[in-house]
């Protein structure tokens, strides 16, 4: 089955946040089209699970649900989409942590100091459990469903991609310009680190290096840069230190899924479960691939120690309380996380 996926020109019609009317098109054959939007461009792994997941869709259901992708931002930048969602003026995303933790402040947990070093299968056995389905149950209070197999990883987050700017260690963070995922605790916690975070949609990140306004990007992934080809945009240096880990998840509007039997919502689920393992398996491959690649690029990275990344962490953790009170999260919620991962 083939997916569809549509310009900008075709969609700007119908491009619209807070309208509250579910974008759920009946077809002349009576079958359900989705809107699913991405900002990332077509080829990223997200985008690739969008695409194998709206495939499955299409044959599980046997094209009584077909899903259109919208790639780049063609219908809306990332908080906008989850902003659509919410309304039901969008059907379907995927979406990073860092981005939904704006409406959702608990997702930022895996980007907590209590996180720093956590390995990606300690992240997926402990959403998969009891602090998962709490966090899922959160996120289903913005009238936002999340399927049952929940997310993929996408990569550990480093603190630094720099464009002229080489960070050695910690100290060389202060005053750095960094554009950061719109998560308010990622934009504290950079800031505990001395640097000075913006939040930064994704499609402004090339112009804002272009013109001088950033000097690089924080707590973002390998993938990230290789994804973009910033270093035509300049960036050239990484500080490597694992701090904490993104993952993309799978939105769907609660008010579009209403719209669906029970069978075509059963059939959404399994379509995901499959997909999931698939997205897994493919996130791997491009994690190990990502950074050969932009060193072939000429980035140069820049190892944190041991002690370094200790030494960090202890501090982060001390600031960790006030960074959880400021940034809105459920402290009792963070506790709760914090020792399932310590248990395992």
Request: proline residues 5%.
């Amino acid at each position: 089955m083939k997916t569809l996926i549509k310009t900008a020109g075709s969609c700007i019609a119908l491009i619209g946040l807070g309208l509250g009317t579910a974008t759920l098109a009946a077809t002349a054959a009576g079958a359900a089209e989705l809107r699913l939007s991405v900002e990332t461009p077509p080829g990223h792994l997200r985008n690739r699970a969008a695409e194998h997941w709206a495939e499955l869709i299409a044959e599980k259901t046997e094209g009584s649900v077909t899903v259109a992708i919208f790639p780049a931002a063609q219908l809306y930048k990332s908080a906008d989409a989850v902003r659509a969602l919410a309304s039901g003026a969008l059907d379907m995303s995927i979406q990073a942590n860092p981005t939904l933790s704006q409406f959702e402040p608990n997702l930022s947990v895996l980007s907590l100091p209590a996180f720093y070093g956590a390995s990606g299968d300690e992240v997926l056995e402990l959403l998969s459990g009891p602090v998962g389905d709490e966090l899922w149950g959160m996120v289903g209070r913005l009238n936002i469903h999340i399927p049952e197999a929940g997310p993929f990883l996408y990569a550990p987050n480093n603190t630094s991609y720099t464009a002229g700017k080489l960070v050695a260690s910690y100290d060389d963070l202060a005053g750095v310009k960094l554009a950061t995922p719109p998560s308010p605790i990622v934009v504290n916690l950079l800031k505990e680190l001395g640097a000075a975070p913006q939040a930064t949609p994704r499609s402004e990140i090339v112009l804002q290096l272009s013109q001088g306004q950033i000097d690089g990007l924080g707590a973002v992934t390998d993938l990230t840069i290789m994804g973009g080809k910033l270093w035509e945009a300049g960036i050239e240096n990484v500080f490597v230190d694992n701090a904490g880990w993104g993952i993309y998840i799978p939105l769907i509007s609660q008010r579009s899924l209403e719209k669906l039997s029970d069978a075509e919502q059963a059939a959404i689920e399994e379509a995901w479960a499959e997909t999931v393992g698939w997205a897994n398996e493919q996130s791997a491959m491009e994690r190990a691939e990502a950074r050969s690649v932009n060193e072939s690029h000429g980035l140069v990275y820049t190892e944190a120690s041991a002690e370094q990344i200790e030494a960090m962490k202890a501090k982060l953790l001390a600031a960790q309380a006030d960074i959880v009170k400021a940034g809105g999260m459920d402290a009792g919620f963070i506790e709760r996380a914090a020792a399932a991962l310590n248990g395992m």
